[in-house]
T-cell receptor
């Protein structure tokens, strides 16, 4: 699985958009980009995934560059409850285990 | 109606003991996993089972033995517990690939079991 690189931490003001970047320059053509988050000691929670196209769901939007070497997770209106560690993972999906990196610790500030 | 459940939530035990952690999923998924999150918060895969069969064992000591009595359960038995086994253990499940191999398969995680070995 391709390795991903994320900033270790970020801050975001409550109510503003949180933009979390991820580099995955070695991603292969059949690997998806997944985003998960882990809120203080809870189990990781799936947020969104994409292959080539930008994706949006009720939680977030995922913007993938045309060359697929990087992506950005957007939380449009961050709340205090979005404070968590966010993991960007490149993987083949299906029954392939996830390879977690260090993630980005997002702190949403009131 | 919890999707992936684990018991117990907390487990405190002495070195050398044998303990088990249970995991159940009611999502009808074919694949289940055990992950370990150590004190530095790194989350790593330990095992993966598909339809009760072991498909991945990531260089985990033989003291760790997963057991899958049926597709909905994946239990983790640990023999001769050591201090270094202290961690949070997460169970997860995901649907299998489609016949075309294209299903991304998000994983659903349980709440975790915090194991402390004294």
């Amino acid at each position: 699985d391709a390795k991903t690189t994320q900033p270790p931490s970020m801050d975001c003001a409550e109510g503003r958009a949180a933009n979390l970047p991820c580099n995955h320059s070695t991603i292969s053509g059949n690997e998806y980009v997944y985003w998960y988050r882990q809120i203080h000691s809870q189990g990781p929670q799936y947020i969104i995934h994409g292959l080539k196209n930008n994706e949006t769901n009720e939680m977030a939007s995922l913007i993938i560059t045309e060359d697929r070497k990087s992506s950005t997770l957007i939380l449009p209106h961050a709340t205090l409850r979005d404070t968590a560690v966010y993991y960007c993972i490149a993987g083949r999906g299906g029954n392939t285990p996830l390879v977690f990196g260090k993630g980005t610790r997002l702190s949403v500030i009131a | 109606d919890t999707a992936v459940s684990q018991t117990p939530k907390y487990l405190v035990t002495q070195m050398g003991n044998d303990k088990s952690i249970k995991c159940e999923q009611n999502l009808g998924h074919d694949t289940m996993y055990w992950y370990k999150q150590d004190s530095k918060k790194f989350l790593k895969i330990m095992f993966s089972y598909n339809n009760k069969e072991l498909i991945i064992n990531e260089t985990v000591p033989n003291r760790f033995s997963p057991k899958s009595p049926d597709k909905a359960h994946l239990n983790l038995h640990i023999n001769s517990l050591e201090l270094g086994d202290s961690a949070v253990y997460f169970c997860a499940s995901s649907p299998a690939r489609t016949s075309g191999g294209g299903l991304p398969g998000e994983q659903f995680f349980g709440p975790g079991t915090r194991l402390t070995v004294l």
